[in-house]
Structure formats: C-alpha cells, structure tokens
C-alpha cells in the first residue's frame, strides 16, 4: 500500500533546461509535503515544503506545486545544474504525526 | 562537526547474530527517528522518540529494540538478525513540527550473511 508514489524512477534534463518531478500521493489526511534531495552514500537532505493550505512554494531554483484535488504534486528546478544530479524523495506527514511517509525517489541526471 | 552522526556506517554480520546502531544529534533536537531503506528504496519510519519518550513505533519485529538514554541519542538493537534485516538504516532528528524538515544521518548499511 504505497500511500506516496513517485512513479517516475529516473529523469534525464540538459543543463539550464528545466526539471519537473511528480509525485502523487493517496491518503487524503497528508497536510504537509516535502522534497529531499539524496547523494550516494550520504543521507537524505531537506530541500523545500509545501503545506496543503498553499499550492505553490518557492525558494531559489526550486519551486514546488500542490494541487490537492488531483492528490499531485510536483518539484521544479530552474535552471537545472549538474550538481543538482542526485535522487529526490517526495514526502508527506498528518497533523501531528512526525513520520514521513516517502515514495521511492526519482533519479535526476543533468547531463552538462 | 556532523549533525546527525551514525555508527558503524557499514556491518556485516551472520545470521542470528544481535548488533547496535547508534546515532547522536548534536542540533538540540527534541525528537529522533530510525527510518529503514529496503530492497525498493522505500524509507519506512521504525521508531520514534520525543525527550526520550517513545511516540512511534511501527509494525516492526520484536527483534528491534530502539533505547534513547538521553534526547541527544537514539540507539536500535537487533537481535537474531535475519537475512531479510539487510537494509540501510537511518537516523534523523527534527526540532519539533515537521515541516522544518528532518535532519539525516549518512546510513547504516547492514549485511546479514
């Protein structure tokens, strides 16, 4: 029962083009999404949130969207960097719950 | 200086065997985490700990057994390993609300032979 999917295992972009990762999720009690960004050998780092009062959040490069009535959300890097290359998690968390729920990571290679 | 430190960072051992991970937080975080990689990549949350209190424990074996001593600590002990307890094991710390994020260990990449 994967309650966070994200259902593209790996995604190849140019260097300065954009990236755009999906992912979905099913458990309609999730009110808080994020994004972690992961390098072999090393554990996963946070990168940005979104909370399901918003549909859009920004930092730098990095913007995430919500839509809640598909259950989608996405991650979008402008412009891609080659150190940007790593494996990205989307995860989500209920009001007053700690734990993430993660899906299973999409691989992104930005080729130079 | 490592926030969120775990040893060992590998182990291999043979089945039936009991082994430790141990992880230390030096951010002054209130809770700590064990999250556990498998064969699919997936990261499932074990444990978790608040000040030393236990707040989650999911559906895992009996065979593990989290132990925090202090808040700035959160061990996982194994005991009679199996061959499917191969995985890698992270620890993680957070402030408080989740959406500031967790903070990781680099992992725990355990071997049952």
């Known amino acids: 029962d994967q309650q966070v999917k994200q259902n593209s295992p790996s995604l190849s972009v140019q260097e300065g083009r954009i990236s755009i990762l999906n992912c979905d999720y099913t458990?309609?009690?999730?009110?808080?999404f994020l994004w972690y960004k992961k390098y072999p050998a090393e554990g996963p780092t946070f990168l940005i949130s979104?909370?399901?009062?918003?549909d859009k959040n920004e930092d730098g490069r990095f913007t995430v969207f919500l839509n809640k009535s598909a259950k989608h959300l996405s991650l979008h890097i402008v412009p891609s960097q080659p150190g940007d290359s790593a494996v990205y998690f989307c995860?989500?968390?209920?009001?007053?719950?700690?734990?993430?729920?993660f899906g299973s990571g999409t691989r992104l290679q930005v080729q130079p | 200086d490592t926030a969120v430190s775990q040893t060992p960072k590998y182990l291999v051992t043979q089945m039936g065997n009991d082994k430790s991970i141990k992880c230390e937080q030096n951010?002054?975080?209130?809770?700590m985490y064990w999250y556990k990689q498998d064969s699919k990549k997936f990261l499932k949350i074990m444990f978790s700990?608040?000040?030393?209190?236990?707040?989650i424990n999911e559906t895992v074996p009996n065979r593990f057994s989290p132990k925090s001593p202090d808040k700035a600590h959160l061990n996982l002990h194994i005991n009679s390993l199996e061959l499917g307890d191969s995985a890698v094991y992270f620890c993680?710390?957070?402030?408080?609300?989740?959406?500031?994020?967790?903070?990781f260990g680099s992992g725990t990449r355990l071997t049952v032979v």
């Open positions: 979104i909370s399901s009062i918003k």
């Open positions: 951010l002054g975080h209130d809770t």
């Open positions: 458990n309609s009690m999730f009110d808080y």
């Open positions: 993680a710390s957070s402030p408080g609300p989740v959406g500031y994020g967790y903070t």
């Open positions: 700990y608040n000040n030393k209190e236990l707040i």
């Open positions: 995860a989500a968390s209920e009001t007053g719950r700690r734990a993430l729920t």
